[in-house]
């Protein structure tokens, strides 16, 4: 991989729908170039695919708050499972990490009110393996472009 694979994933990463010519523009090289590049890129499986951008907010579910669980380690997967596996209504786990050190996971979940987020706790809290939970309130994300979200 070269400077010119990492511009374009770098454009990529920055807008997964941008054209190969828009591409192209950026980086001065040709538009067959790009695409010949994209394709090995994928083929790869550098670029494993594309994701869209949620606006939370639109959804109604604007809240966004980081989850540091602690599990018994001795049936992981199936915990995990079940917190996976939790439905409430007006909240979604949008990622769940496995972290070493002091915290088992982290959870991103989104919610319409805090009111969601607390009945998400203590519904975590029904899952037996559950040992401790720590609960942060996320206010805003800033992107690597400066963008407040």
């Known amino acids: 991989m070269d400077n010119i694979d990492k511009s374009i994933i770098k454009a990529l990463e920055g807008n997964g729908r941008i054209s190969h010519e828009d591409?192209?523009?950026v980086i001065h090289i040709s538009r067959p170039a790009i695409h010949q590049r994209v394709n090995k890129l994928e083929a790869d499986g550098i670029i494993k695919g594309y994701r869209t951008?949620?606006?939370w907010e639109k959804l109604g579910e604007p809240i966004k708050t980081?989850?540091?669980v602690k599990i018994s380690c001795?049936?992981?997967?199936e915990i995990v499972n079940q917190i996976l596996s939790l439905e409430l209504p007006n909240v979604v786990i949008e990622e769940c990490h496995?972290?070493?050190g002091e915290w088992c996971l982290l959870?991103?979940?989104?919610a319409s009110?805090?009111?969601?987020i607390s009945n998400f706790i203590d519904n975590l809290w029904k899952i037996k393996d559950i040992k401790e939970t720590s609960t942060t309130l996320v206010l805003s994300t800033i992107l690597e472009n400066g963008i407040r979200k």
């Open 23 to 25: 591409i192209s523009k």
């Open 98 to 100: 496995r972290l070493a």
């Open 107 to 110: 959870l991103k979940i989104r």
């Open 113 to 116: 009110t805090p009111t969601n």
């Open 66 to 68: 980081l989850l540091y």
């Open 74 to 77: 001795e049936n992981f997967k």
């Open 53 to 55: 951008i949620i606006d």
